[in-house]
T-cell receptor, first 111, second 113 residues
């Protein structure tokens, strides 16, 4: 089975740094995705981790520890436009690409 | 740019009606997916397809069926709509293979009364 946990909601201040955690328990882990979804819009891809370590992409970084079943998304120099839901998705085992999504973390950035 | 389009942004149907939700992608992607998104429950997979005429059940297929007659088009069918199928429906596509991200359509907000 698959179990993915994320905090429901987080708040942060413009210009700050925020870390959104995702823990998972899956059979046969094969990669983890992070997506951003603004209210009323479609999710858009942010990052993909399959090996342990930190992947940096501009203001956003994503970290993975496979042994701990843990990932985080790090957002630096927060901007108001970063207010959105952040979805963690784990690729299931097996040959087909079927991601399981967590319930998402709603991030509110205030001035 | 990859584009995934859905036939309607908003749809209101009556209980018992047959409902068709259409999704089209323009990037020749092998994989296509249908999700529903509900507050507090996140994205849940209804059905997916990895090739024309191929389909696989996701986590919550009951009450739904799908059709993929052409590579670019993936349809979700509610045979007899019920009020508990009121939801946001999102279509997605991806290149075949394990490491490729999904591209999502704008969603269809379906209300069943």
């Amino acid at each position: 089975g698959q179990n993915i946990d994320q905090p429901t909601e987080m708040t942060a201040t413009e210009g700050a740094i925020v870390q959104i955690n995702c823990t998972y328990q899956t059979s046969g882990f094969n990669g983890l995705f992070w997506y951003q979804q603004h209210a009323g819009e479609a999710p858009t891809f942010l990052s993909y981790n399959v090996l342990d370590g930190l992947e940096e992409k501009g203001r956003f970084s994503s970290f993975l520890s496979r042994s701990k079943g843990y990932s985080y998304l790090l957002l630096k120099e927060l901007q108001m436009k970063d207010s959105a839901s952040y979805l963690c998705a784990v690729k299931r085992s097996g040959g087909s690409y079927i991601p399981t999504f967590g319930r998402g973390t709603s991030l509110i950035v205030h001035p | 740019d990859v584009k995934v389009t859905q036939s309607s942004r908003y749809l209101v149907k009556r209980t018992g009606e047959k409902v068709f939700l259409e999704c089209v992608q323009d990037m020749d992607h092998e994989n296509m997916f249908w999700y529903r998104q509900d507050p507090g429950l996140g994205l849940r997979l209804i059905y997916f397809s990895y090739d024309v005429k191929m389909k696989e059940k996701g986590d919550i297929p009951e009450g739904y069926s799908v059709s993929r007659e052409k590579k670019e088009r993936f349809s979700l069918i509610l045979e007899s709509a019920s009020t508990n199928q009121t939801s946001m429906y999102l279509c997605a596509s991806s290149i075949g293979g394990s490491s490729y991200e999904q591209y999502f359509g704008p969603g269809t907000r379906l209300t069943v009364t």
